[in-house]
């Protein structure tokens, strides 16, 4: 009888900083799922850029790009939801995924403010300030996002962000997120005690705390500006 053929890695293909494929990276490394990490040079980047237009590999043109036995995949959250499901860490009930979704969401905003402070506003220093005052602030309009992120999930009252007993992609999502956050805004969590105490039981969780530890080159760089 032929021998099955080995089952090929998942790989994960991203730029050589955290950024956006950090989430998945962690996800994959927490869950335990061995594969391929491709970390791609900026100066070999517009070739495999045409490529990947040409040939479909890279669905939106950017990274980060996932492929497994099921597909080739790009955008960070669809990549992450892809892996939760596969992996059971999606929530377990019809409430605990929409709970998932909703706080991927919700991170997600905090993400897109934290990019403007990156890229927009290179992270000068009084624009962090800014930053950290307008998102723990619960009534501020149009802000306030770190402080609903911090509200729903003690409301919630689980051990993990989205209100479940296992860790879930959104908790992988704002692990990256207020990991390099931090770094900039240092006392952007003093105001939040229950992200304060998530972060810590995120940071202690072996895997993630030997990945972090291990010194990988890339994870040197947070942004692909060199700011944060
Ligand atoms: N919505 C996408 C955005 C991806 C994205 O902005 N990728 C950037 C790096 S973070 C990129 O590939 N830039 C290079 C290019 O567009 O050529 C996602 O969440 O994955």
Not at 196 to 215: D, H, N, S
Request: charged share 25%.
């Amino acid at each position: 009888m032929a021998a099955a053929p080995a089952a090929t890695k998942p790989v994960v293909r991203y730029f050589a900083i955290r950024g956006k494929g950090e989430p998945i990276r962690v996800a994959l490394t927490d869950l335990g799922v061995d594969f391929e990490n491709h970390v791609v040079d900026f100066a070999a980047w517009p070739k495999i850029k045409a490529e990947g237009i040409a040939d479909g590999s890279l669905p939106f043109t950017q990274l980060p790009a996932y492929a497994d036995e099921d597909g080739k995949f790009g955008q960070m959250n669809a990549i992450l939801r892809h892996i939760g499901r596969k992996h059971g860490a999606c929530g377990a009930t019809e409430a605990e995924m929409t709970q998932v979704d909703m706080f991927l969401e919700a991170v997600e905003d905090v993400r897109q403010a934290y990019l403007k402070l990156v890229y927009t506003e290179g992270c000068e220093e009084g624009k962090c300030a800014e930053f950290a005052a307008t998102h723990t602030d619960a009534s501020a309009r149009n802000g306030g996002k770190i402080a609903h992120l911090n509200n729903a999930a003690a409301r919630l009252g689980g051990k993990f962000i989205a209100g479940t007993t296992e860790a879930t992609v959104a908790d992988y999502s704002a692990f990256c997120l207020f990991d390099d956050l931090l770094r900039v805004c240092p006392a952007v969590l003093e105001s939040q005690p229950w992200l304060a105490a998530w972060l810590e039981t995120m940071r202690a969780r072996p895997r993630i705390a030997a990945y972090v530890t291990a010194g990988h080159e890339y994870r040197t760089r947070v942004n692909g500006n060199g700011k944060g």
